[in-house]
């Protein structure tokens, strides 16, 4: 596991590369829950966030061979975006409506319908390139505008 904060211009960031596995899942969930709780993001922000992140881990683990990933978390004015590179060219499936009925498919739909903006992009584009050394295929992301609390001014 790496652990890199970077400060781009405007932006704060939080990455990780990892590897998915259940077990390590609850971890998972707690550093990115620490990290919203520093950045003062409002309670609906973070419910969506941890909600959106266990499903981009899970679905790696699930659908992808490799499980070696990067979750990456970064801010800048009102806007927290989330993003999971794998290994896997395999694009996500995100339908139009989900089968309410079956045990799976619903988690990128939800997400897709709950954040501000939802999407994916190729390694072919540029967008899973980073400064761990190690090559990804996509990127799964999220954004979650308006998403920080009022700082408290004495």
């Known amino acids: 596991m790496a652990i890199t904060r970077n400060l781009v211009v405007g932006r704060i960031e939080h990455q990780w590369t ?5 077990e390590d899942l609850e971890t998972w969930r ?3 829950s620490e990290v919203l709780g520093n950045w003062r993001v409002t309670r609906e922000t973070a419910e969506l966030t941890l909600q959106g992140v266990m499903e981009l881990l899970v679905n790696v683990h699930r ?3 490799d499980p ?3 979750l990456r978390l970064s801010c800048g004015g009102a806007e927290l975006r989330v993003a999971v590179s794998d290994r896997s060219a395999r694009a996500p499936r995100v339908g139009l409506a989900p089968d309410w009925t079956a045990e799976h498919g619903r988690g990128l739909w939800l997400l897709r319908e709950m954040a ?3 999407g ?3 390694a072919a584009s540029g967008c899973a390139c980073g400064d761990d050394g190690l090559r990804m295929a996509k990127t799964v992301w999220f954004v979650c505008r308006g998403a920080f609390r009022p700082a408290v001014v004495a």
């Open 18 to 22: 990892l590897r998915v596995r259940p």
């Open 30 to 32: 707690k550093a990115v």
């Open 63 to 65: 659908h992808v061979p």
């Open 68 to 70: 070696r990933c990067r």
């Open 116 to 118: 501000d903006d939802f």
């Open 120 to 122: 994916y992009c190729s």
